[in-house]
């Protein structure tokens, strides 16, 4: 068996490389081992070649995984800025029950014609 050395320069983008050489290489702090290359090739973002039972990935397929993983950042949760289109929600249908008070009567003009007496007619 010839000794293979895990450096990226002896590697081309499209070399076959065992899972596990393949991390190495890819990651070189070991932070990616064979197990994570499989679990993102079952999530659908590693391309996987099985030969002979074994499981093999290039370098490019590395990098197509890892723009797939990109996490975009957020941006501020709240801020004294307002929205720039905020429209008020509608409905298009009526919703039932009453949330106000009648329009063009307050509470006090209400009380004070309970309590005026009967106008005689």
Known sequence: MVEFSKRRENVGPHDPLRLSVAAAV???????????LRREN??????IERIAGKDYTTLFHIERMRELCRVEAKGPGSSSKPPDETRPATSPIEQP????????????????????PPSKR
């Open 26 to 36: 890819a990651f070189p702090d070991g932070s990616m081992t064979a197990s994570g």
């Open 97 to 116: 029950g009453s949330s106000g008070t009648t329009a063009g009567i307050s509470a006090q003009a209400a009380l004070q014609m309970k309590l005026r």
């Open 42 to 47: 079952a999530r659908g973002r590693l391309v």
